[in-house]
T-cell receptor
């Protein structure tokens, strides 16, 4: 069974640009969550999509957005990049229940210069 | 509301010594609790989870954790550390009946000395 796949693994962008990250969940999983991981803030929840609908949202500005497609693949977009957006972005997929395990991808390392 | 506090951003042990990583939680409803491990340049991998079936939970790689409601704790232990256990460990909590999106602790870096 293939795991969670995130692409690309590494990105370097310039301030003001926008970026799109992709996540392919485990087959059969309908829930995809996104997290931002930084040394200073740890793991911060961005949002969760379930069956193409945003079901939960963290406390991030509107520059951060996402979507989910009918095949459960998800994309995350960050517009008007700031230096502080440099982070490891992790995607996690699960079946969507309360105590179900979240399976994480290897992450996309975004560097904003 | 739910939160997790991991005591100690770094824990250093010798190979073969006991590993103890501390986690205290706060939750307004009975919690689900998780421990994840993250190796360098990797995502997070589930070590174990507590769902109320048993207070002592055994996980992968020889790790276990005990749920203590009176102490609101879920500490992770391993009797004998191996070099390969060196990694970042995260405790997480989610609440029954409410938001099940897990809230993660800040992480504890486990350093294992030969």
């Amino acid at each position: 069974k293939a795991g969670v796949t995130q692409t690309p693994r590494y990105l370097i962008k310039t301030r003001g640009q926008q970026v799109t990250l992709s996540c392919s969940p485990i087959s059969g999983h309908r829930s995809v969550s996104w997290y931002q991981q930084t040394p200073g803030q740890g793991l911060q929840f961005l949002f969760e999509y379930f069956s193409e609908t945003q079901r939960n949202k963290g406390n991030f500005p509107g520059r951060f957005s996402g979507r989910q497609f009918s095949n459960s693949r998800s994309e995350m977009n960050v517009s008007t990049l700031e230096l502080g957006d440099s982070a490891l972005y992790l995607c996690a997929s699960s079946s969507g229940g309360q105590n179900t395990e979240a399976f994480f991808g290897q992450g996309t390392r975004l560097t904003v210069v | 509301a739910q939160s997790v506090t991991q005591l100690g951003s770094h824990v250093s042990v010798s190979e073969g010594a006991l590993v103890l990583l501390r986690c205290n939680y706060s939750s307004s409803v009975p919690p689900y609790l998780f421990w994840y491990v993250q190796y360098p340049n990797q995502g997070l991998q589930l070590l174990l989870k507590y769902t109320s079936a048993a207070t002592l939970v055994k996980g992968i790689n020889g790790f276990e954790a005990e749920f203590k409601k009176s102490e609101t704790s879920f500490h992770l232990t391993k009797p004998s550390a191996h070099m390969r256990d060196a990694a970042e460990y995260f405790c997480a909590v989610s609440g029954r009946g409410g938001s099940y999106i897990p809230t993660f602790g800040r992480g504890t870096s486990l350093i294992v000395h030969p």
